[in-house]
């Protein structure tokens, strides 16, 4: 047996080749997403619904809200699931918290950033799988190399093996003959 390595081929499995159409059905899960997340900046989320929270009188609150109103927020539908206001008076203080969706240009901008980030995530995703692909194949060659060089060297054991039994056999068949030219050994094998 041969103990070249085994061949490698070098050609990059192209199931980890980016994929346009993923691309974009990832950052329409992504917009989807957006859309019905209410923003945390502390957090670093990102989502077209802000929350602003009060705590003066409601003419102050209502004014905020007018404000946004007037340059483009919108408030949330009644089937979103998330109230445009809600209030909550104590004898000490009044809060309030108001929901209101950014303006589609902010939105597109938001979107942008964030199909920006979902590129650059598959990438990584694709660039990951891509190593662990090639580290599988390293490691699947190796073994193999090893399992030939192990069997090779069994082989080579047994062919030794063999030649020594066959060195063995000759010569006690050689010892045989002689003994039996010497008068010492019968021809049938028994001592004379």
Known sequence: MS???TQVTTEVPMQFAFSESEYR???QDAKIIYENRVEKPAEGIIGAIVEF?????LDEIFEVYHQYRSIGWTAQSPKSGLPTATTFESPLAQFTT???????HDQERDLAKICKQVRKDYEAELEAALNAEIDRQVAMSLAKDERDRLQAEQQQRLNREQEVRDELAASRAKLREKLIKTGKLNADGSAA
Request: glycine share 12%; proline share 11%.
């Open 3 to 5: 103990n070249k390595p």
């Open 25 to 27: 059905s990832r950052c």
């Open 53 to 57: 929270i009060g705590n003066g009188t």
């Open 98 to 104: 108001l929901y209101l969706t950014k303006p589609e």
